[in-house]
């Protein structure tokens, strides 16, 4: 088992909810699942093709191909952690699948597979955690077979709304240094979470041999009342197990204290009123 914050799985349980209530989780699994169904449309799974689910985590992606292919195709649950292939095969024996389906342990980066081999790939939010997202690309591109499909889903996050524009400097302190300080995270070619836009996607897709990648940028619009308990969330649970919180990239800043009063600024400004988010995301429907 890997020991990066002990399991993955955990935390893809944990963390996905992070701060929500119960209608907000309810509101996030059905986003989930309309995500998930586009990139199956875009994917077009016949029964013979070989699926490979990159980044599997909890089989989002997976789980639907295999019941789309009534278990008698090859989708390939694939993950760098063990930690997901086990919480997917758990699923999978309580779920009495014993064919249909095989479980590889590899980064993206080099997936354990000769090339040509796959006709369809299939990922959702897998590349925002690749720094260098280039190297991976290709290799999808190596596995796939002529004609086949990447049909993704990746956040892209330095084009969200940030924090400064939702608060007040008359309530903030130090609201212009948190502010340079949030642009300049957000703009750090080393943090795979904000490195990347639809443009740079579309050129690694065409550089890796992709013609014509379909690169779908899609802005969501949200409002929602902040409860006193989010914003804590917010800043205290990291994207993903091996990442900093907002909490730690800010102290690369200032000193914890000054962190903390800026987390109650926050709290203390936002807590009940409503806020209206921009978040951004793209489909990516590219062929071999
Ligand atoms: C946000 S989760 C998404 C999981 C799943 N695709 C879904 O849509 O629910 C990111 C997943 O990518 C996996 N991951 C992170 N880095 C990876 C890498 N370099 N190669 C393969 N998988 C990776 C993680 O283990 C995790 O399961």
């Not at 948190?178 to 300049?184: L, T, V, Y």
Request: a negative charge; one cysteine or more; aromatic letters at 10%.
């Amino acid at each position: 088992m890997s020991d990066i914050c002990s399991n993955w799985t955990q935390w893809l349980k944990q963390n996905r909810f992070a701060g929500q209530t119960p209608e907000m989780q309810a509101q996030t699994m059905r986003w989930l699942e309309a995500v998930r169904d586009v990139i199956l449309v875009y994917a077009e799974i016949k029964p013979y093709d070989v699926v490979l689910d990159i980044g599997t985590g909890t089989g989002l992606l997976a789980f639907k191909a295999l019941e789309m292919q009534n278990c008698e195709g090859r989708v390939i649950f694939s993950d760098k952690f063990q930690d997901c292939l086990e919480d997917c095969k758990k699923i999978l024996d309580e779920s009495g699948v014993t064919s249909g389906y095989e479980l590889m342990q590899c980064p993206v980066e080099h997936i354990a597979l000769p090339e040509s081999t796959v006709h369809k790939a299939l990922m959702r939010s897998v590349l925002v955690h690749v720094v260098n997202k280039q190297p991976a690309i290709n290799e999808i591109y190596r596995v796939l077979k002529p004609g086949g499909k990447l049909c993704a889903f990746e956040p892209v996050i330095r084009s969200n709304t940030r924090y400064w524009e939702i608060l007040h400097p008359m309530h903030i302190d130090r609201y212009e240094d948190f502010k340079k300080a949030e642009n300049e995270i957000m703009e750090n070619p080393m943090d795979s979470l904000c490195n990347f836009d639809e443009k740079t996607l579309r050129t690694n897709l065409e550089i890796a041999g992709f013609s014509d990648p379909d690169v779908q940028l899609q802005e969501v619009r949200s409002s929602y009342v902040v409860q006193p308990n989010m914003v804590r969330e917010w800043f205290v649970n990291p994207p993903s197990p091996d990442q900093p919180s907002t909490k730690e990239r800010f102290m690369k800043y200032f000193d914890e204290a000054t962190v903390e009063k800026y987390m109650q600024d926050v709290q203390n400004f936002l807590t009940g009123r409503e806020i209206n988010l921009k978040t951004n995301a793209v489909f990516i429907n590219a062929t071999k």
